[in-house]
Each structure stands twice: as structure tokens, then as C-alpha cells.
């Protein structure tokens, strides 16, 4: 059963982050002196762009300059080939992509009021290719840009274009995927304007055909099938790091049919798909540019954003690192960006194990016999029988020990109550609206479990729960929590039937949490001693859980 979950738009860098080795694809020379800024586009500052096209007498040659990783890693320009164009204007258009970057123009764009409360007017910027051969019938005069105010996205657009070509030809030249073989849209500093202000959205995502509808606001920037769209912060306009656009192409490439939504299974609420679905973009993204980290400079020395006022998502240092030993259950969050950590380091710890490319066919063999309801342990189990099959025992027990290390052979989603909020994320808590149709009885259970060691003697336990309603723009909403609870290690077990409304559970007590305490036991009935599990269920809006204190008479 999958569930229909009202939340899940698009597969994303952020939600608050191969033939192996260097990609060096078209690279002949390593040009010096290059103005590295890492400056976005300042929409209040656009200019018009001379396109500079050649005159028609002059042929046009499909060389540029990129960053090969990103302005950190690799700060000097290359020179590359623009492989597969096919655009008679030269503009960024091929077999495989079809790249423009977006104009903020309060004209042109499209207009949208969002209700929040109060009526809040959206103008959307406009998707217009900018990135042409200059007078010579190349794009080699195009260079990044030297401040904010003077970034037309034209550079934005060769590196989209370029990488993009990388990536696809990756995935068709080493294991035969046809899959994108037709021109993928990509859109690149992008921006909103909101409160008669420009704002980029600090993101990066992948939304399949039609997927804009979901996010409620009536945008879909002109676009009808499938596209990666890019933002940026107030430092860093995002296209400008390669393993960003590989994160976000894998996802177009291999998370397009598999791996996406959220669905029941005996312990609750399961989005470890997502999980898996960042992990493996993550994993490709770092073996094709031959880097642990992803997103080493969009994603770091990162600023929240702010829409009208309201902070819209954290800053710091967000990028996510495959060399980071994670592992189930300590380090689960719900979030999917953040649990991805504890699959692509096994993954990367397999790769190290069997070298690149023999990693690299292991990981590719599993991800392709994944659906939608696959999570850690059956990505594990296929991951475990890909490497056997392709190169024997040896390599079995390599891969099987990398996954064992992290928890994910066998991960109950159960979170000792003190690992709430250690990675600076609070738990989300679904309302029940979130999901057509709602297997459960006027509640949704929580995508994790939680457990406490209740000591020897105790008379009485009280667990205090923090959690919030609401939040976004509008804030508010309702807090409606009840804890179901049973003596043991083993989580709560769901199991449901054939109608809406029909799922029961095993706990042993459910009791409400009022005024953010529920508490059981007493003298004459005392709790059993040792661990005891719960899960909170959600009867009201949508909630966040930072933190459950248990005390002990």
C-alpha cells in the first residue's frame, strides 16, 4: 500500500544536502587567471544580456570554460567540449538537455496570489536561454561572474549544460541507461518575488512532469515535463557545483520510477525510500567527481533564507559527507536527507572496499531491482546479493560487513529517547490529512519509534514531550498527541486491513499526552522494569518533536 502524502513534491538538495576519478570529458587545457567568484545573481540588480551572437559566416565551435568540480575544488576554468548540441541558434539545447536560466522580470513573470492567512502576492521569474558564441563561434568569452549585481546566468548555463552531459553519458556509456535519452529541461537561478522583493529559493531539485502542482502555488515557471531546477543562496548560485547538478541529474535518472512517497508497513510511517533515494544521488554524485562531500560549496558557509520576514530554513555548513560514519537506529532523524547518511556511507565504504568501478556496477545492479516500498534492509539485502553475483564471495562479505557496521541489515526505526534532536533536527510528525487514504483511525503514527530504560523500583513514569504545531508562514495549528506504549525492545507492531481506518497496533497502553505530559503506573500498579518502547501518535495539524525528558518516581 502506498500512500498518497500531500508533502512529497519534488526529490530535493535540501529540505531546511562514474567511471571513477576525475571527469575529464572535452578537457584540453587549464587556463589560469580566471576570476573565481562565487557570487549569485542580485535579482534587483539583472541587467539585459547581449547574447553576442556570432555572425552567421562564422561556424559555431562548442567550446567553453567550467569549473570541472566547483570553484573550491577546482578553481581554475577548463576548457571543454559542449558535447550533443543541436540547437540551430546556439543556444544550450541537445539530445539530452535543454538549459536557460531565469530572468526576473515583474512583467513577464507569472502571478499568483498564495492565502495564508493574508493574500500574498508571487511573481515567478522567466526561463529564457542567455548563454550564446561569442564573436569567435565560441562560448569560451562566458566566465563567471565578478559580484552579485552582474550575474546574467550565462555562466550558470555552461556549467548546467556541460555537466549535465557528464552525467548522462556516465550512466549510458558505463552501464547502458537510455533512460534520459531526450532533452531534459534545466532551469538555473531561479528566484521569487515576494513582498516586492527578488528572492532566490536556496535550493536544488528534481520535479518530475506535473510535479509542480504540489507545491501549492500555482508556479510552474513554464515547464511541462520533467526538470531540474536551481536557486541558490545569498552567497552561492548552486550551479556552479558539479556534484550538485550529478546529485540532481541521478535523481532524474534513477529516482524518476523508484523510491519516492511514504508507506505503511508494521512499525508505522516508512519514508526510508526517500532516504534511499538521496543516498544513491549522493553516492553517483561523489564517485563521478571522485569527492567524499557533496555540495562542498553550495551548501557551505550557508545563510537561512528569509521570505517577508519569516526565516524559511537554517544556514551553516550543510553539506553532507560520505566519509561520516552513520548508522541505524542512533542516527535517524525522519528527515530523508539526513538518514541518506547512513546508506551512501556504506555505500562509499564500498566503494573503497572494491574499488570504484566494480562498486559502482554492485550499487547500480541493487538500485535498478528497487520500488517504492524498498528500505534500508531490502536496498541492503540487494546490494549484499549484487556484489556476489558479480564478483563472488569475497566481495559479499566486504559489502555485507559495510552494511552490518551501520545497522541497515536489520534497522527497527526505534530512537533512544536521548537521540532526539542530537542532529540538530526536530521529528516530523504527520497529521492524519496528510494521507489519502489514512489506513489508520483518526491518527498518524510517527515515522520513528522511541525507547527508555525504565529502572528497578519505579512506581510511576512521566514522559515530558516537547513538540510544536504548525510552522511555515502561517505557524499555529493544533496539538493532538497520544503515546502508545509496551514493556520490551521490540517497536510497536502495526498491522492493517482492507478499509480506511482499519490498522491496529499491539501497544499495551495508549494514553493522551496532556499539557505535554502522559505518565502511568502507580503504587499499586508499577511499571515493569527495563526497556520500554512508544510511539506518539499524531490526532491533530502537522507537528515537529524535539524532545521527550522521561522521569522516574
Known sequence: MMLRHSRVLAVSLLLPAAACGDDTKGTTTDTTDTDTSTDVSDADDATEVDSD???????????AKIYRVDPLITPNLEEVELEHLTSTDG????????????????????????????????????????????????????????????????FAEVMMYHHMQVVHDYFKDNF????????????????????????????????????????????????????IIFSGSSKRNFSLDAAV?????????????????????????????GALNEAYADYFAATITNQSAIGNFALNDFEGMKICGFEMGGGGNLARDLENF??????????????SEMFSSALWQIRKDLGATDADKVVLQA???????SDFQIAAAATIDAAEELFGAEAKAKVEK????????????????????????????????????????????????????VPEGTKKVTLTVTAAAGGGFGGGGSLNLEAALKPGVKPIRYSYGFTAGSA???????????????????????????????????????????????TFE
Open 245 to 273: 547538478i550529478y546529485h540532481e541529474y541521478t535523481h532524474a535518472m534513477l529516482g524518476a520510477t523508484r523510491l519516492s512517497g511514504v508507506f505503511p508497513d508494521k512499525e508505522g510511517l516508512n519514508n526510508l525510500p
Open 91 to 154: 543556444s544550450l539545447r541537445g539530445s539530452y538537455a535543454n538549459v536557460r536560466s531565469c530572468t526576473p522580470d515583474a512583467e513577464r513573470g507569472q502571478k499568483v496570489t498564495l492565502n495564508i492567512g493574508i493574500p500574498l502576492e508571487i511573481t515567478s521569474c522567466v526561463p529564457e536561454a542567455k548563454a550564446f558564441p561569442g564573436a569567435d563561434g565560441t562560448y569560451r568569452d562566458i566566465a563567471p561572474a565578478a559580484s552579485l549585481a552582474t550575474d546574467d546566468g550565462r
Open 504 to 550: 491496529i497496533n499491539d501497544a499495551a497502553l495508549t494514553l493522551p499526552v496532556t499539557s505535554g505530559k502522559v505518565s502511568f503506573g502507580s503504587e499499586e500498579s508499577p511499571p515493569e522494569a527495563g526497556t520500554w518502547t512508544f510511539a506518539l501518535h499524531n490526532k491533530g495539524d502537522g507537528a515537529s518533536l524535539s524532545k521527550v525528558v522521561a
Open 367 to 373: 538500485v535498478l531491482t528497487l520500488t517504492d516500498t
Open 326 to 339: 552513520r548508522s541505524c537506529p542512533g542516527d535517524l532523524t525522519a528527515e530523508v536527507h539526513a538518514d
Open 402 to 453: 559495510a552494511m552490518a557496521d551501520r545497522g541497515l541489515i536489520d534497522c527497527e526505526r526505534v530512537l533512544p529517547i536521548e537521540r532526539i534532536g542530537v542532529r540538530g533536527l526536530d521529528v516530523t510528525l504527520e497529521s492524519p490529512s496528510s494521507f489519502q487514504v489514512n489506513p489508520y483511525p483518526g491518527y498518524a503514527p510517527g515515522y520513528l519509534q522511541y525507547s527508555f530504560v
Open 53 to 63: 551572437q556570432p555572425d552567421t559566416a562564422v561556424p559555431v565551435q562548442p567550446l
Open 176 to 227: 547502458g541507461l537510455t533512460d534520459r535519452d531526450q532533452p531534459l529541461e534545466a532551469v538555473t537561478n531561479v528566484q521569487i518575488n515576494v513582498c516586492n522583493a527578488w528572492t532566490m529559493i536556496a535550493n536544488a531539485a528534481f520535479f518530475p512532469a506535473g510535479s509542480f502542482e504540489q507545491l501549492g502555488l500555482g508556479l510552474d515557471f513554464g515547464i511541462e515535463g520533467d526538470s
